[in-house]
């Protein structure tokens, strides 16, 4: 029998039989007192941070601020059947709510920290806040100090290494015109056209010919009372993707152009900043290694549309990279994790951690 792959077994049922949802801080803070009691006798460093009620917890093999590798993954699930807290292993599937998102990489965090040894710092983070965008566990933590020399975000990509990821604006637009008659449409002043020119303003902005490149959708408009009316009002919502520095700052810098008229308004909604994986070829090189020690063949490196925490590492210089084990079902009523891709997914990581130098 492989004790491993028993062990991740279990304590992914475990986790899964914790409903995570995010903002139920009792159920959260139920799983965390799990993960902080599985390292009892261990002899490992354990340090709770909370933050407008969120609780997170660190664990590390020192109680360095920089140690030379961070793995960092959320326990908070979305909303889910109730069912789907009672953990179901079909064949080589385990299902259940957060199997892959991030359940299974939490498990093999935990076993990592308890049972790898290295003359290393290796410290791991658990957060309950990354699916309502982290504020107050990554970012906070970070702001407490910690500063890793390289961080794994341990969520899914079937064993590809994400080096970059998109920064996310969603934005209302807002525009203020004149009311008239269609027949006379130079007596008034159209919102709609406003708000079209506006959002026509910000693709001219960050047109792109890359493949990774920025995207912009036009998500819902209204405006206008009929047919035969100039509107004088008009509202869109839009959602923009970036990839780096230079495009989020020029969405900043549209935003506040446009806010500067008396006739139109931007409002961010929400702002999610890009991920970059930084100075890390050496890390990333290795994990690459690792990977193909272990599964074979050459892991891809890619570029993702989504975000993670792993921004806030990039905001503060950090090297970051996302690598995780493979499932599928994410916030589906079938969500599975792999469990044999999961296992070689601890022994990448425990290859990994033994080769760093």
């Known amino acids: 029998m492989d004790k491993v792959r028993d062990q991740l077994v279990a304590t992914t049922s475990k986790l899964i039989s914790f409903k995570t949802i995010s903002g139920d801080a009792p159920k959260i803070d139920e799983c965390l007192a799990y993960i902080y009691e599985y390292f009892d006798g261990s002899g ?65 965090m935990m076993q990592l920290m308890k049972q790898v040894k290295t003359s290393n710092t290796v410290a791991a983070l658990f957060v309950s806040d990354e699916e309502i965008h982290g504020e107050n566990g990554t970012k906070y933590v970070l702001s407490k100090g910690l500063r890793p020399k390289f961080t794994i975000i341990t969520e899914e990509s079937d064993f590809a290494i994400s080096v970059g990821q998109k920064g996310d604006f969603i934005l209302k637009l807002t525009a203020f015109g004149k009311k008239a008659h269609t027949a006379w449409p130079k007596d008034g002043d159209n919102a709609i056209d406003k708000v079209i020119s506006i959002y026509q303003e910000f693709r001219r902005t960050l047109r792109s010919k890359r493949s990774f490149a920025p995207t912009l959708n036009l998500a819902t408009i209204s405006g206008g009372v009929g047919v035969q009316f100039v509107p004088d009002f008009a509202e869109a919502m839009v959602d923009i993707r970036v990839t780096n520095k230079g495009e989020y700052q020029a969405v900043i810098d549209m935003i506040e152009r446009v806010n500067a008229r008396k006739d139109c308004k931007v409002e961010a909604l929400s702002t999610i900043s890009f991920m970059e994986a930084g100075d890390c070829q050496d890390e990333i090189k290795q994990l690459k290694a690792a990977t193909s020690a272990i599964i074979g063949g050459v892991p891809k490196i890619v570029r993702t549309p989504y975000g993670s925490d792993g921004r806030f590492l990039t905001e503060r210089g950090l090297p970051v990279v996302e690598f995780g084990p493979t499932g599928a079902g994410f ?27």
């Open 44 to 108: 490992l460093y354990r340090q709770y941070f909370t933050q407008n009620g969120v609780r997170s917890l660190l664990v590390s093999n020192s109680n360095s601020k920089t140690p030379d590798l961070l793995l960092n993954g959320h326990i908070d699930v979305v909303e889910g059947l109730s069912g789907q807290f009672n953990p179901r292993l079909t064949g080589n599937k385990l299902y259940g709510r957060g199997a892959i998102d991030m359940k299974g990489s939490i498990a093999v």
């Open 331 to 357: 916030h589906g009523d079938e969500e599975y994790v792999d469990i044999d891709r999961l296992v070689q997914y601890y022994r990448t990581l425990e290859k990994f951690i033994g080769g760093l130098e």
